[in-house]
């Protein structure tokens, strides 16, 4: 059973749109984190959400938790090329020290 | 530098033989997992160990697979007979569990390959 989904699977947009990515459940999850992975490495965190309705920005990226703590989001301002990469949602499984990863976002930006 | 390492970076061989990939955690994480990572798919975990605690291996997809970590710090995963669709990134986390939340840092990964 996947617990999270991420939608969109794909996305390819011109250098300068904005977009969003979803990662939703039916579950609560304690917190939950966003991933972003580059070709020929492991995922890097870009940052992890602790409480309903939170909103955290890093540069032009903007991640919110949503306020039953189910589903979260990101947004990019003007992406970038170097926006590039497969992003991933993750969350701590209830009981267990471990995360379910979502199954991502293969975003690319053109120039 | 000081981040998780895994090695061989790539592995060929060929369908039939046993494999050992290796990971190097950080320094001081008590916690370290394996997952396998298919062409542009997410993660699928396989196994975690936590200190001194019996692995969590409920990811493991046969028991042609198998994990040890050796004084809480190296790990190796084994995979025995290794068919095609073993072929995948498997790659090697490691991180610090501090009340309830944990940044897992990755390795770059071993991306086997099985002809």
């Known amino acids: 059973t996947q617990l999270l989904e991420q939608s969109p699977q794909f996305l390819s947009i011109q250098e300068g749109e904005n977009l969003t990515v979803y990662c939703n459940s039916s579950s609560v999850f304690s917190s939950l984190q966003w991933y972003r992975q580059e070709p020929g490495e492991g995922p890097v965190l870009l940052v992890t959400?602790?409480?309903?309705?939170e909103v955290k920005k890093l540069k032009r990226l903007t991640f919110q938790f949503g306020d039953a703590r189910k589903d979260s989001s990101l947004h990019i301002t003007a992406a970038q090329p170097g926006d590039t990469g497969l992003y991933l949602c993750?969350?701590?499984?209830?009981?267990?020290?471990?995360?379910?990863f979502g199954q991502g976002t293969r975003l690319t930006i053109n120039p | 530098g000081a981040g998780v390492s895994q090695s061989p970076s790539n592995k060929v061989t060929e369908k039939g033989k046993d494999v050992e990939l290796r990971c190097d955690p950080i320094?001081?994480?008590?916690?370290l997992y394996w997952y396998r990572q298919s062409l542009g798919q997410g993660l699928e975990f396989l196994i975690y160990f936590q200190g001194n605690s019996a692995p969590d291996k409920s990811g493991l997809p046969s028991d042609r697979f198998s994990a040890e970590r050796t004084g809480g710090s190296v790990s190796t995963l084994t995979i025995q007979r290794t068919q095609q669709e073993d072929s995948a990134v498997y790659l090697c986390?490691?991180?610090?569990?501090?009340?309830?939340?944990?940044?897992?840092?990755f390795g770059d990964g071993t991306r086997l390959s099985i002809l």
């Open positions: 986390a490691s991180s610090f569990w501090t009340g309830g939340i944990q940044a897992q840092h």
């Open positions: 959400v602790v409480t309903g309705g």
């Open positions: 993750a969350g701590p499984i209830q009981g267990a020290q471990k995360l379910v």
């Open positions: 320094s001081g994480h008590t916690a």
